[in-house]
């Protein structure tokens, strides 16, 4: 049994024995709010692909593997009361993580940054540590703050920027009603999230023939599609066919019949042939 879910009303301390011990923290996937995944579900890399791709809001993303962790959290908050202390409630988590990063990637990173996400961590040993629910399934724990702050610079005696991540959450559902998934074939310490894309028209565009260059957005490396990823449409928001497509170092050449005047974009990252992309916005055509 790789599947632990500990959560359980029976008081004896023996408890401990049956539940997988969560290891150093080594990554962490941010998800929609109150994102979870049957056991069986969770096993399946195709599942997690599935969810990489999905549109917006529903989408996860993997964050870089950890360099470093600091715990801030508070300490068990009492009250002083005339006769000894009085336990108000727990401290609340406050993790900083600290990953290898760059003045461009941690300005992706900073999208991410003050929104309503929930978090799935990911130990060493490639074990998948989030929240039992009531009917078995392993949900990700919400946070009350997730804050990617600026990075911190290179100073001659480190290789290259870092990123600062801040989260806080309450640990009440976290503490009570733990979950793991082990004993997986795939390390989700590997998945990886979309590489946006931009598309740019190149000289200009006919009735049988549109050209258009593709490259990472970042990196600025050419990127190859296949036919069914692209998608034209014409000013009334009308399909518009492509016969073929031929593409060499990002540059595609699209030819067709009856070319107009519209927009030409790629497919929704969960459609594509070439996964693993997205675009970032469609461009102009004019015949």
């Known amino acids: ?12 301390t023996g408890i401990a024995n049956f539940c997988a011990d969560m290891g150093a923290i080594a990554g962490y996937i941010l998800t929609p709010p109150d994102f979870s995944l049957a056991e069986a579900d969770a096993r399946e890399l195709a599942n997690w692909e599935t969810a990489l791709s999905a549109d917006r ?9 950890v360099l470093a962790m600091t715990d801030n959290s508070e300490d068990t908050v009492f009250e002083e009361m005339a006769l000894g202390n009085l336990f108000v409630r727990d401290g609340k988590y406050n993790l900083q993580f600290m990953h290898e990063s760059s003045r461009y990637k941690n300005a992706v990173l900073r999208s991410h940054s003050l929104q309503k996400v929930g ?3 990911i130990d060493l040993q490639g074990r998948i540590h989030g929240i039992a ?36 959450f309450v640990g009440e559902e976290f503490e009570k009603n733990p979950a793991v998934v082990a004993g997986l074939t795939f390390s989700p310490l590997d998945l990886e999230g979309l590489t946006d894309v931009e598309l740019e028209i ?3 565009p006919t009735s049988t023939e549109i050209q258009v260059q ?9 990127v190859n599609f296949e036919l069914s990823d692209f998608e034209l449409v014409d000013a009334t928001g009308s399909s518009v066919s492509i016969d ?5 170092d990002g540059l595609h050449t699209l030819t067709g019949t009856a070319f107009v005047t519209g927009t ?5 990252p969960s459609d594509l042939t070439t996964t693993g992309y997205e675009s970032t916005g469609a461009v102009d055509v004019t015949v």
């Open 119 to 121: 978090v799935l961590f």
């Open 1 to 12: 049994m790789f599947y632990v879910n500990c959560n359980s009303r029976v008081k004896n």
């Open 57 to 65: 809001g529903e989408r996860i993303y993997p964050f870089p593997q």
């Open 264 to 268: 030409l974009d790629l497919v929704k």
């Open 214 to 222: 593709i490259n990472s957005a970042y990196t600025g490396d050419p």
């Open 133 to 168: 629910t009531d009917d078995g399934e392993i949900k990700a724990v919400n946070l009350q703050q997730f804050v990617v702050e600026k990075p911190t610079l290179n100073n001659g005696s480190d290789s290259a920027y870092k990123s600062r991540v801040t989260m806080i």
């Open 202 to 204: 190149v000289g200009t």
């Open 244 to 248: 073929s497509v031929n593409s060499e």
